[in-house]
């Protein structure tokens, strides 16, 4: 985040957002500075003397689609974050800001929204907190720029200038195409369906319709749509604050409390999300469910559903919580974090909901009662006339052992698996099975399931 004055500049990490802070000095002194003639040189001092009320805006009245019989939720986790009323009562006060939208172009070109009169005792990293809260809790409003000033002048003291990349009109038109997008995604859920129902057909809407934006992720620029749910839903090409925003907004949709987080995966800033299901907290990461590269993709989707914060840790490094941020101020007079900073987030502790734990096969022994077990679950995939079957194994059996075990001869036995493929064929009862194949789905120190297998079933 890049912004600069005469005498103050903050810079602050987000993940894949750029945000920046302009301090200035009062209208008539940037004039008078600037050589500016005498009629400016007095609009300047009428602007200083009697602030800025003549704002021309339009408000924006939107409203995103719901899906009957689940009652949407308006999940401000980030506003329940702040511990300072004085930030609190400047939260309420962009949070209404943000759907007025100047007429009028700024200088760098984008649209000024309502400016914000703020609270004298907010301190400039407090002021750029609660901005993030907004925009944390409204991913709706995809128009937002990261950049933004605070301005003074003698009546109103400082307030806050926020910056749409488009007009009100262009708002309301993509916002439209926004819904039209969504109503098809709410569609898919049947009625009085569980929460965990909701979430995966909102994650597997997200993974099968949205494609990874490389290029924008390359050249960070945060004002490109496929940062936010526009791009995501509408272009269908996103990063991953365009793939957790869409996942926050979707879920709050159907009733199901979710947020947004920040943090490092890879040497990389990234965001993903914290979702309750049935009374407990689970880590989502809808992007890594979405990062594997052509026909991984069937295998891989579901390997950040619902997990434990420990399964996390293993290629992840969450943010720490904003009320620790310190800014080092440097010789240039630049306050600066390179850190990544959240608001309040769960202990996410839970496996009930996680898919593997739901739907894979876990297996502690190497013997026929798990090739019965295994060709139990053939004969009922089958009769779904579904691909894939999960199998994890316990920690004490070693990937080496469990592959060899399913995938060779034993002596004059077939397999494992192929025991298990030839006594469902001849169960009779399912459609025939002509082959199956073995992936495994762990590949190194960081991959976050041992002993994970996908075998996928080709029917005749």
Same mark, same amino acid.
């Given at each position: 985040m890049k912004g600069k004055h005469k005498k103050i500049k903050i810079v602050a990490a987000a993940v894949c957002l750029s945000a920046a802070l302009t301090? *200035?000095?009062?209208?008539t002194s940037d004039a008078i500075s600037a050589g500016k003639g005498f009629g400016e040189?007095? *609009?300047?001092?009428?602007?200083?003397?009697?602030?800025?009320?003549?704002?021309?805006? *339009?408000?924006?009245?939107?409203?995103?689609?719901v899906r009957e019989g689940f009652a949407p939720i308006g999940s401000k986790s980030a506003f329940a974050s702040l511990k300072d009323e004085s930030m609190k009562d400047a939260y309420r006060d962009i949070e209404d800001a943000i759907y007025q939208i100047s007429s009028v172009r700024a200088d760098n070109g984008c649209f000024e929204m309502k400016y914000v009169r703020l609270p004298s005792s907010l301190k400039f990293d407090e002021i750029y907190i609660v901005k993030e809260a907004v925009i944390a809790d409204h991913p709706e409003a995809f128009w937002i720029l990261g950049s933004y000033d605070v301005r003074n002048n003698f009546h109103d003291g400082n307030y806050l200038v926020l910056y749409s990349k488009y007009s009100a009109d262009e708002i309301k038109s993509m916002f439209e195409e926004l819904n039209q997008a969504i109503v098809p995604i709410l569609s898919r859920i049947p009625d009085q369906a569980d929460e965990l129902t909701r979430e995966t057909i909102v994650h597997d809407a997200l993974v099968d319709g949205v494609s990874y934006d490389f290029e924008a992720a390359e050249n960070d620029d945060s004002s490109h749509n496929a940062f936010n749910v526009y791009g995501a839903l509408v272009k269908n090409k996103a990063v991953c604050t365009g793939y957790a925003g869409a996942v926050k907004m979707l879920l709050n949709l159907v009733g199901i409390e979710c947020h947004t987080v920040v943090g490092m995966s890879k040497n990389s800033g990234h965001m993903w999300n914290q979702v309750r299901i049935d009374g407990e907290w689970y880590n989502l990461d809808v992007t890594w469910d979405d990062s594997a590269v052509d026909s991984d993709?069937?295998?891989?989707?579901?390997?950040?559903?619902?997990? *434990?914060?420990?399964?996390?840790?293993?290629?992840?490094?969450t943010g720490e919580n904003y009320s620790k941020m310190e800014c080092e101020y440097t010789e240039d007079e630049v306050y600066v974090t390179t850190?990544?900073?959240?608001?309040?987030?769960e202990t996410c502790t839970a496996t009930r909901a996680n898919y593997y734990e739901m739907?894979?096969?876990h297996l502690s022994s190497?013997?026929?009662?798990?090739?019965d077990v295994i060709t139990q679950k053939f004969i009922s995939t089958a009769q779904e006339r579904e691909e894939l079957i999960y199998i994890i194994f316990d920690d004490s059996i070693s990937g080496e052992e469990a592959e060899t075990w399913m995938s060779k001869n034993q002596g004059n036995s077939y397999s494992a698996l192929g025991r298990s493929l030839s006594a469902a064929n001849k169960s009779g009862s399912t459609p025939r099975i002509k082959n199956c194949s073995l992936v495994r789905m762990s590949s190194g120190d960081d991959d976050i399931w041992n002993n994970l297998y996908a075998v996928r079933l080709i029917y005749a």
């Open positions: 301090m *200035t000095g009062c209208a040189i007095m *609009t300047a001092l009428k602007y200083d003397l009697f602030g800025s009320d003549d704002q021309d805006c *339009t408000r924006l009245s939107l409203s995103l689609p993709i069937l295998y891989s989707r579901y390997s950040y559903f619902n997990i *434990t914060d420990d399964r996390l840790a293993i290629n992840h490094k850190d990544l900073y959240n608001f309040d987030l739907h894979a096969l190497l013997d026929d009662a798990s090739v």
